[in-house]
């Protein structure tokens, strides 16, 4: 049992190059969830979504896209990077019964756009 | 919106001092309440969760948390840190038992020296 996994762990982009972060759960959870770190802001809700095929904006979507084409992997796409961007992003899950929906979270993936 | 706040950036403690670490959520509603942990360069993990019940929560290493609805607290503690207490600690809040989205507080920085 994995968990929550991310791939790539490191990456670096050149401004306006796109990418694609990976996330996968192994805990049949309905919910998955895309958050940005900064030092000093806390976690940063990007997008996130309540099921397979839906996809939902949350405080800081500008710049993102998501897809959830399967319920166990949620995509984050960035279409033409900007330095704004770097971060370290956070996927988390969570399931859907209510004495057990706390999130769970990945390693992470450390991003940098020069 | 639903806000979180800690009160204190970073704290820097001796070995065996007490910690409380402050958070104050702005939802009026019901809320379910956690504190992670973050360890230097690893991924966040659950401390402690507050659903309902009893408002003193334990959770693991030895900390606990106190839910006091009528300052919209939930305030961390440990009676005595060690040096690998070392990590950010994030305060978060969810608005309902049938919300999903977490808000995060900004963090607070522990340093515990030896």
């Known amino acids: 049992n994995a968990g929550v996994t991310q791939t790539p762990k490191f990456r670096v982009l050149k401004t306006g190059q796109s990418m694609t972060l990976l996330c996968a759960q192994d805990m049949n959870h309905e919910y998955m969830y895309w958050y940005r770190q900064d030092p000093g802001m806390g976690l940063r809700l990007i997008h996130y979504?309540?099921?397979?095929?839906?996809?939902a904006k949350g405080e800081v979507p500008d710049g993102y896209n998501v897809s959830r084409l399967k319920k166990q992997n949620f995509l984050l796409g960035l279409e033409s990077a900007a330095p704004s961007q770097t971060s370290v992003y956070f996927c988390?899950?969570?399931?859907?019964?209510?004495?057990?929906?706390?999130?769970?979270f990945g390693p992470g993936t450390r991003l940098t756009v020069l | 919106a639903q806000s979180v706040s800690q009160h204190n950036h970073h704290v820097i403690l001796s070995e065996a001092a007490s910690l409380e670490l402050g958070c104050n959520y702005s939802y009026g509603g019901t809320v379910n309440l956690f504190w992670y942990v973050q360890y230097p360069g690893q991924h966040l993990q659950l401390l402690l969760k507050?659903?309902?019940?009893?408002?003193l929560v334990k959770g693991i290493k030895g900390f606990e948390a106190e839910f006091i609805k009528s300052k919209f607290s939930f305030n961390l503690r440990k009676p005595s840190v060690q040096w690998s207490d070392t990590a950010e600690y994030f305060c978060?809040?969810?608005?309902?038992?049938?919300?999903?989205?977490?808000?995060f507080g900004k963090g607070t920085k522990l340093s515990v020296i030896p």
């Open positions: 978060a809040a969810r608005a309902g038992a049938g919300s999903y989205q977490l808000t």
């Open positions: 988390a899950s969570s399931g859907y019964s209510l004495g057990n929906n706390e999130q769970f």
């Open positions: 507050y659903f309902s019940g009893d408002p």
């Open positions: 979504s309540v099921g397979e095929g839906t996809t």
